[in-house]
């Protein structure tokens, strides 16, 4: 959980940092969204492939390498001289955060039966909203009083005793580096393909919102489309599919994973929209800003506890169609909100609604997953989570560009979060069987062999 929040934190406070690292750096503003838009796709393009690595030669080990990794690479950062250096070494931290993020929720999933993953995902949740709440908070006090490269210093000392820790600390898994039985040679040409579709993807969505659906934004969408129907044949007709079949083709880990698309980009672009709308149209300053939408962080880390216990007791379909219900409604309290109350009741529900959601659809995907896929199960679920703000914020900036402004992109926000709803209605009711395969029963008590 620690390992999920020093990433967490590291993205949220590299946004405060920014305007003060272009002015030192005498950057360019499209030099310094480089420094987010290339650590997001190479982490978005190697987290399955990453997740499929921890299964194969253990979740500790990815563990350890990723953590390392991504606190040397961020002291590297903190030196760097140049705004070159700070692009180059973000990708560089983003391959290492691609190896540590599966690895948290493999884990996890290799640590605890499927019917006990409720809570410790609830509480990693809470912890990454914890992380998310406070980044701003942190980021402004280390730029104001140590300048930008102090955020980048806040993850080395963290990351390496994590690193140390999980170096001492043996825990049961794949012995040695040997291949873990069932599992072939890896897939790098599917690893290859479904890099080449989300690294297409993320930039497509990425760059929209500034220069719009230009030729070259066309041109990614259909070579991402293109590499995507490529990997879907390649997958069905190869021996040992980066991507298992129980997992390709099981309706609800695809219901599951669209349902965290749909939340996520309905939660990051309103908080997208929000921001210009409270502060531009309202006239609220950053703080008053920030104050205003807190309810909508401490819903969240509260929330996603309470989420395992009602997923427990209710099933993940009634628990996740009343949260993405609730993460609607809340989208369009925003929409016709013009006080502070009535805004802060709004975030009040973005964050309850998107806590749970995030839980019980995470908590689907991983129990679906047998104990020997769960790496791959948690790097698809940490793509989507990784591509949903991106297609959320590039549906608000391109509906602000054919209608009256940004607040009027909030109803079809609102409306993507309901998309999510009826995907929700083919997860599993309580005690499906569905929700936790034979086969992955067989892992209890830690062992992925």
């Given at each position: 959980?620690?390992?999920?929040?020093?990433?967490?934190?590291?993205?949220?406070?590299?946004?405060?940092?920014?305007?003060?690292?272009?002015?030192?750096?005498?950057?360019?503003?499209?030099?310094?969204?480089?420094?987010?838009?290339?650590?997001?796709?190479?982490?978005?393009?190697?987290?399955?492939?990453?997740?499929?690595?921890?299964?194969?030669?253990?979740?500790?080990?990815?563990?350890?390498?990723?953590?390392?990794?991504?606190?040397?690479?961020?002291?590297?950062?903190?030196?760097?001289?140049?705004?070159?250096?700070?692009?180059?070494?973000?990708?560089?931290?983003?391959?290492?955060?691609?190896?540590?993020?599966?690895?948290?929720?493999?884990?996890?999933?290799?640590?605890?039966?499927?019917?006990?993953?409720?809570?410790?995902?609830?509480?990693?949740?809470?912890?990454?909203?914890?992380?998310?709440?406070?980044?701003?908070?942190?980021?402004?006090?280390?730029?104001?009083?140590?300048?930008?490269?102090?955020?980048?210093?806040?993850?080395?000392?963290?990351?390496?005793?994590?690193?140390?820790?999980?170096?001492?600390?043996?825990t049961p898994g794949p012995r040695g580096s040997s291949p873990v039985p069932g599992h072939g040679r890896l897939d790098l040409p599917g690893a290859a393909l479904l890099a080449l579709t989300l690294a297409c993807l993320v930039h497509t969505l990425v760059d929209?919102?500034?220069?719009?659906?230009?030729?070259?934004?066309?041109?990614?969408?259909?070579?991402?489309?293109?590499?995507?129907?490529?990997?879907?044949?390649?997958?069905?007709?190869?021996?040992?599919?980066?991507?298992?079949?129980?997992?390709?083709?099981?309706?609800?880990?695809?219901?599951?994973?669209?349902?965290?698309?749909?939340?996520?980009?309905?939660?990051?672009?309103?908080?997208?929209?929000?921001?210009?709308?409270?502060?531009?149209?309202?006239?609220?300053?950053?703080?008053?800003?920030?104050?205003?939408?807190l309810p909508g962080g401490v819903a969240m880390v509260l929330g996603a506890p309470s989420a395992a216990v009602l997923l427990r007791r209710y099933g993940a379909r009634r628990t996740t169609v009343v949260a993405l219900l609730l993460l609607s409604l809340g989208v369009l309290v925003l929409f016709r909100a013009s006080g502070t109350e009535p805004v802060g009741g709004g975030f009040l529900l973005l964050g309850a609604g998107f806590g749970t959601v995030m839980v019980t659809a995470t908590a689907v995907v991983v129990r679906q997953a047998s104990a020997g896929s769960a790496g791959v199960a948690g790097g698809l679920q940490q793509t989507a989570m990784n591509v949903g703000p991106v297609l959320g914020v590039?549906?608000?900036?391109?509906?602000?560009?054919?209608t009256d402004g940004l607040r009027m992109s909030l109803p079809v926000l609102a409306g993507i979060a309901l998309v999510g709803a009826l995907a929700a209605l083919k997860l599993p009711d309580p005690g499906d069987l569905r929700a936790t395969p034979a086969g992955s029963l067989r892992h209890h008590g830690g062992s992925e062999a």
């Open positions: 959980m620690i390992g999920a929040v020093v990433v967490a934190l590291d993205g949220t406070v590299l946004t405060i940092a920014q305007p003060t690292l272009q002015r030192d750096l005498h950057a360019s503003f499209a030099e310094v969204q480089w420094t987010s838009t290339g650590y997001l796709i190479a982490v978005a393009s190697l987290l399955v492939f990453a997740g499929r690595l921890g299964d194969r030669y253990g979740h500790q080990r990815l563990f350890i390498i990723g953590v390392l990794g991504f606190g040397v690479v961020s002291a590297g950062i903190g030196f760097a001289s140049g705004v070159g250096w700070v692009i180059g070494l973000r990708v560089v931290q983003g391959v290492f955060g691609a190896l540590l993020q599966p690895a948290t929720l493999g884990m996890l999933r290799a640590a605890y039966p499927p019917d006990r993953l409720g809570m410790p995902i609830a509480l990693r949740a809470s912890a990454i909203g914890v992380a998310a709440a406070a980044g701003p908070l942190v980021g402004g006090v280390l730029v104001t009083h140590l300048g930008w490269r102090a955020v980048f210093f806040l993850n080395v000392v963290p990351a390496l005793v994590l690193g140390v820790l999980a170096l001492v600390v043996r929209v919102p500034e220069h719009g659906w230009s030729a070259s934004a066309v041109l990614g969408l259909l070579t991402a489309a293109g590499a995507g129907l490529v990997l879907v044949r390649h997958e069905r007709r190869t021996a040992d599919p980066l991507l298992p079949p129980d997992m390709l083709g099981s309706g609800v880990v695809g219901a599951a994973l669209g349902i965290l698309v749909a939340a996520s980009a309905a939660m990051f672009g309103t908080l997208f929209v929000a921001s210009f709308v409270l502060q531009d149209e309202l006239g609220m300053d950053p703080l008053r800003t920030s104050l205003t939408a590039a549906t608000a900036a391109t509906l602000a560009t054919v």
